[in-house]
């Protein structure tokens, strides 16, 4: 089946200017808009397809994944994709459920986990972060959570795959507050060990929600409620163990309080597997109960941009090349405040230079499906969008700018060099142009000079990107050679010199001003912290 998007063409949008429809709060308030973070392999996509399923876009689970049985596709673009089986394509899925509308924002993550993957969390405002149930806390996972945390996003935790053998509920509870210091607040406790999953206990209506399978958990699993006494002469010792393990937590000061979790001090847990369907309409629940609606977004001015003021929007990824027939540039914006009409002109803050939005889509799998008209919280893409890079705002009416998206801690470092010294020009064009853009950070220093900029990345797909986009726009062949380094900090002018004469370490400065030491490996960092404690290394987390 197809999935198609909802275009909602029936509420009727005033001219930019005008005051705000009636209609707008209740948009707002009826939002969510989230993301999934997790590491390869957590259940992301099966998670994906099973809120749309509930959210009844699809009628079978798979639809979307597409992992086999892929469209073929014209563009470069779409074959580099297709080379490296990265599952990119969706950028947002809008579905209704329970009279809300839910934005689930899709964070790039296998082979193509870049700066967009943070970037994506700048237009949300809340995380479910996704646990395999044996695994617990994985690298991806703890670097996404840092963003969160850093950006002050608050986070559903959900602990996935329960339907398979794995950790004790309590000691995957345990590693969260431990490791991270978020403290796990059960709301959906399992009934059944890891392997042997029954059905969750809701902890605050001390009820047993039973589970039946279905085949391949392609369909919603039923569910029968229970009180505890049913559910005890059902289940017997799983469900006495699952209300001591939650009680447990419960007494000790770990139940759900809204501030707190707003807060980004305490999550919500809620047991689930995403393959059977079991727990997928909880996390809905829990989205629709807890997780904030869209709010206000502080500008440059230091002032903030109320959902109500007149239409603005922040770009938060751009794709470029995607149809290389038509040089083709998505730019995807998340609205902030006032409504979006397809059509309006809007201002580009960072030109001052009128944009069309003649072509706004939304992305979902291959579907573009046309836009009318969008909320703050909503996600669109606009084509032909030359001008516009990560951090962009557009506005109507009234002038606002948002914040630059900061830039994120990079993990890979190569050398850029022209292969032809002829075509220097161009070469400075566009590693100016891919700088600018966001597309990589760029890194310079006097030793190695303007002609070999060191190209510093979250994700190696960044650096493809960069050659492909290099030889098609602009006709320059360019060679790359990785640098053995893989930690940036942050350093200063004062710790610079000793720091360069370390083994292992190069300083130097990004386009922005910061300046970065790069360190071989994390030995070699602890090494030198501890020998010279005076230098400045300071973790980047995200560059405020
Ligand atoms: P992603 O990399 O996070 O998008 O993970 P996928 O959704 O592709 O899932 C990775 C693998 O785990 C696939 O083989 C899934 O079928 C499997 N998987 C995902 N969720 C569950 C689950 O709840 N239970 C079990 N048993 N397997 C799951």
Redesign the pocket.
Known sequence: STPSVDTDTTTAVPAAGTTPPKNLRREVERRRTFAVI?H????????TEALALHARKISEAGAIHG?SGRRSTVSDWMEMEKARGI?VSSTALQFDYADHTINLVDTP??ADFSEDTYRVLTAVDAAVM?IDAAKGLEPQTLKLFQVCRHRGIPVITVV?????PGRSPLELLDEIEERIGLTPTPLYWPVGIAGDFRGLLDVSEHQYIHFTRTAGGATIAPEEFMDSEAAQSREGDDWTTAVEESELLVESGQRHDEDEFLAGRTSPVIF?????NFGVHQILDTLVSFAPAPGPRPDVAGGEREVTDPFSAVVFKVQAGMDTAHRDRLAFMRVVSGVFERGMVVTHAQTGKPFTTKYALTVFGRERTTVENAYPGDVVGLVNATALAPGHTLYADRKVEFPPIPSFAPEHFAVLRAESASKYKQFRRAVDQMDQEGVVQILRNDIRGDASPVLAAVGPMQFEVVSARMKSEFGVEARMEPLGYSIARRTDAASAGELGRQRGVEVFTRTDGVMLALVSDKWRLQYIQKELPDLLLEPLVAAA
Not at 272 to 276: K, N, R, Y
């Open positions: 997790s390869p392999d957590a259940g992301k996509s099966t998670l992992k599952s993550g296998h996704l996935n795959k329960w339907d398979r689930a597997s995403a393959m059977l």
